[in-house]
């Protein structure tokens, strides 16, 4: 499996809150607590943390070419992602690997057309390597310690933008429920892994991966 079709998964594609030290902030209205995601975990329902969310982006080489393989490598280096890539490979399959992938970055290109439609514009890049994937594993890590791949989308993009990329998930063609399902629970166990790469050993898996 070649470094590109692994890194999808580990970066996110997706990110975050309105800076390192919101994304650490579990706070939650009421009506969010008593939400749960379509893949489960609770639903953040606060604004964006768009200047991770750039960072992310450009860590990936830009909107106009972003690629997850690269924000990975970047946040976490080679040696990490080659023995991720293998680890998920063995765990899921390289089909579903493949797929996870495909997935994942059509995610977040939608992501970036939704939000670039509704006049949301991305402010300049403030965190790179270990300090970036240190703050999207805090961003989606729920108030129980579980790290949820739907919790930090949320932050990234909003809830409502989030909900809309999985029902262009779901109905476009070439990808489908199935795909959908996988890329969460992929990405719930691809952060988990990286949350133990970097000594983040207290967070803990979510029940769908």
Known sequence: MKLKLVAVALALGAALTA???AFADDSMSSSSMAMQGRFGGPVYNGPPALAVTASLVAAGGGADKYSTATALTSMLGQDTVNAEVAKLTKQYGADAVKMWLKTFDFAVDDALKIATAAGVKLPSPTLSGKELATTLVKA????????????LLDKAV???IHVQVMDDIDNDPSLGKKADYDYHRISNQAFYDVAQALGMTSVK???VH
């Not at 108030?143 to 919790?151: K, L, P, R, S, V």
């Open 205 to 207: 898996l979510a029940a």
């Open 19 to 21: 800076g390192s030290v």
């Open 158 to 160: 909003t809830h409502k």
């Open 140 to 151: 989606g890590t729920a108030a129980d310690g579980t790290f949820q791949i739907e919790y």
